[in-house]
């Protein structure tokens, strides 16, 4: 694990490869599946799939629920995206850092 800060154009390469993957998987998604949007990190933070909001003010990287999906998934909600591939832990505490560090551009 790097040291290095990490910024939104990372965040959203490992979005954007972790969704490439999905679909070379899985084909394009249905309409209305996996319609998240993450041009910024406002629209990441202000996404709520599941009617739970991915990155809530103050909460610390690793409670977040961007997080718990990309980790683990929350109750009956499977880890994301749904059936993999996934994100590697090192990805995924990328972005834990990046919301701790107050998700720099």
């Known amino acids: 694990m790097s040291d290095q800060p990490v910024t939104w154009p990372r965040v959203k390469e490992l979005l954007e ?10 084909g394009p998604p249905a309409p209305g599946i996996h319609e998240y949007y993450w041009d910024t990190p406002q629209d990441l933070a202000a996404s709520s799939p599941y009617r739970r909001k991915l990155i809530e003010p103050g909460k610390p990287g690793r409670e977040t629920h961007l997080v ?22 090192d990805e995924i505490a990328e972005i834990e850092r990046w919301i701790d560090a107050g998700m720099p551009e």
């Open 17 to 26: 490869k972790s969704m490439a993957a999905w679909e070379a998987k899985h």
């Open 68 to 89: 718990t999906f990309l980790r683990k998934g929350v109750g009956m909600i499977p880890r994301m995206p749904r059936g993999g591939p996934f994100l590697t832990e």
